[in-house]
């Protein structure tokens, strides 16, 4: 008799279950709960700009943000439902991506619109840091994917110091907001703009 209620009580308990796991459609029919959505995916090595003479190497896909904050993006991104990868080469190119899932798509609206306005104004803000060095920013201009996405390029120099070109990519897709940045040592001249173009769009067009 013991065994008996016991067993009932665990058939009880897993239909308990199974109700909470399950939705009646207005005709009475069980559906099942719908699965939770998917997590953002993230660019591959190879998707990188092709460096000249050395592979790219990913990183592991990481939650939150980097340890070092990006460049021109340190106060841009929330951790908040933020995560991460990074790239590299054996020579001085670097990159990185990071993803946000937004509360909703008015937040990953203004989210991307603010990552953006902090890489047109880094510049600016770098030569006020820096008052005895250079720093310049272009616009390499909108792509049409998902929600749109934007490329942009700041250069920065110190006397007596590397000249660095970091590459930007701002894209959205629904409440997802990504930030692609690539950078080496170098100028303007050494940017692999277009290459960048295809990488930014690859980013915000795999997402989900």
């Known amino acids: 008799m013991h065994i008996r209620r016991h067993t009932g009580r665990v058939v009880a308990a897993a239909a308990?279950?199974?109700?909470?796991a399950m939705a009646l459609t207005p005709t009475g029919t069980a559906q099942a709960a719908p699965?939770?959505?998917?997590?953002?995916?993230?660019?591959?090595?190879?998707?990188?700009?092709p460096h000249p003479s050395s592979p790219w190497y990913a990183g592991?896909?990481?939650?939150?943000?980097?340890?070092?904050?990006?460049?021109?993006?340190?106060?841009a991104?929330?951790?908040?439902?933020?995560?991460?990868?990074?790239?590299?080469?054996?020579?001085?190119?670097w990159a990185v991506q990071v993803t946000v899932r937004a509360a909703n798509t008015g937040a990953a609206r203004k989210l991307a619109a603010a990552a953006e306005a902090s890489v047109r104004d880094c510049a600016a803000d770098y030569?006020?840091?820096h008052p005895q060095g250079h720093a310049e920013w272009?616009?390499?201009?909108?792509?049409?994917?998902e929600e749109g996405a934007h490329v942009h390029g700041v250069h920065t120099s110190l006397p007596d110091a590397d000249n660095g070109i970091h590459l930007f990519g701002?894209?959205?897709?629904?409440?997802?907001?990504?930030?692609?940045?690539?950078?080496?040592?170098?100028t303007f001249e050494h940017a692999r703009v277009e290459d960048f173009r295809t990488t930014t769009r690859t980013a915000v067009a795999k997402l989900h």
């Open 127 to 129: 030569l006020e840091e």
């Open 170 to 186: 701002v894209g959205r897709d629904g409440r997802t907001v990504t930030v692609v940045m690539w950078a080496q040592m170098g």
């Open 138 to 145: 272009r616009d390499y201009g909108r792509l049409d994917v």
């Open 35 to 49: 699965a939770p959505a998917a997590e953002p995916r993230f660019l591959s090595a190879e998707e990188l700009p």
């Open 16 to 20: 308990v279950a199974a109700a909470t």
């Open 77 to 93: 991104l929330p951790s908040q439902g933020a995560r991460h990868r990074q790239f590299g080469t054996e020579y001085d190119t």
């Open 60 to 75: 592991e896909v990481t939650e939150g943000l980097p340890e070092f904050p990006v460049f021109c993006l340190e106060d």
